[in-house]
């Protein structure tokens, strides 16, 4: 007997050092000095590039993780939706905050810490458009369509609403078509739609405030680097916890009415 306890014993203690080694498996990415990460550059509130500074709710997450994970020095490169996974698999970021959902699709090619924040997708049209007040309304309109992205899809193959997809490479190209009449309807991300919303506030644009999914944001990463997605969830929950999240949601989002959740969003899991 009292050798099976000795048996078991050891092979809990076995178990657990395992379990150490994996939790502390190198990461190619935590206590690298200089950081390079992916941000949008046109989305104003998430991630813009202004006067050579890049600012937005994205780029304060993305500068906190990196600080937490030991980095020094937080270098900014745009990625455009196109190009997130190929950037992330070819290593040329360290990992990614732009407006990134997390999906079993893109779940196949890159992993994803997270969800740093969970947004919704609402629709922004031409203010004289009253007719528009649902994503059922969007059909027989012309949607813009930015290559990569998701959005278009939770429309036309998800809800199978019949619409005509214009495509452009960004969301602020998706803003020009509709100021110009090429486009009828933007619909993405109620962060993204916010920011432009404001921006163009003299502009007739109306957001439709329906929203309709959920875009669970991720921190994108090469696949297979466990370490670094487990430092960055715990450093996702310290952001909520030391009340940086609330503080930059209010800063980033607070004037545009938009309803904000300050709680730490429900993980994937690494
Ligand atoms: N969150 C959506 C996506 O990841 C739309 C925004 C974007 O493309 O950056 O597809």
């Given amino acids: 007997m009292r050798v099976r306890h000795a048996v078991i014993a050891a092979a809990l203690v076995l178990g657990v050092s395992g379990c150490g080694l994996a939790g502390a498996q190198t990461s190619t990415i935590v206590g690298k000095e200089t950081m390079i990460v992916g941000v949008k550059i046109d989305q104003p509130g998430l991630g813009a590039l202004k006067k050579g500074r890049n600012e937005g709710f994205d780029v304060d997450v993305a500068a906190y993780l990196a600080r937490k994970l030991g980095a020094k020095n937080v270098v900014y490169k745009e990625a455009k939706s196109s190009e997130r996974e190929k950037l992330l698999q070819q290593g040329q970021l360290d990992f990614i905050v732009a407006s990134y959902s997390i999906t079993a699709e893109r779940k196949v090619k890159v992993d994803f810490a997270g969800p740093y924040y969970v947004a919704h997708q609402d629709t922004l ?6 007719g528009i007040t649902d994503v059922r309304d969007l059909a027989g309109k012309k949607l813009c369509q930015v290559t990569g992205s998701n959005s278009w899809r939770r429309v036309k193959e998800e809800r199978k609403v019949n619409v005509s997809l214009v495509e452009t490479k960004t969301y602020s190209d998706c803003m020009s078509k509709l100021a110009d009449g090429s486009l009828d309807a933007v619909s993405t991300d109620d962060l993204i739609l916010a920011g ?18 959920d875009e669970r944001y991720g921190v994108g990463l090469k696949k297979g680097d466990v370490a670094a997605c487990e430092a960055i969830n715990r450093a996702i929950s310290e952001m909520y916890l030391d009340g940086t999240a609330r503080e930059l949601l209010g800063k980033w989002f607070g004037p545009t009415g938009l309803k904000l959740t300050v709680t730490v969003p429900q993980f994937e899991g690494c």
């Fill in 125 to 130: 049209v031409r203010a004289a458009d009253s």
């Fill in 196 to 213: 432009f919303a404001r921006e163009s506030r003299n502009s007739s644009v109306r957001f439709v405030n329906a929203p309709f999914t």
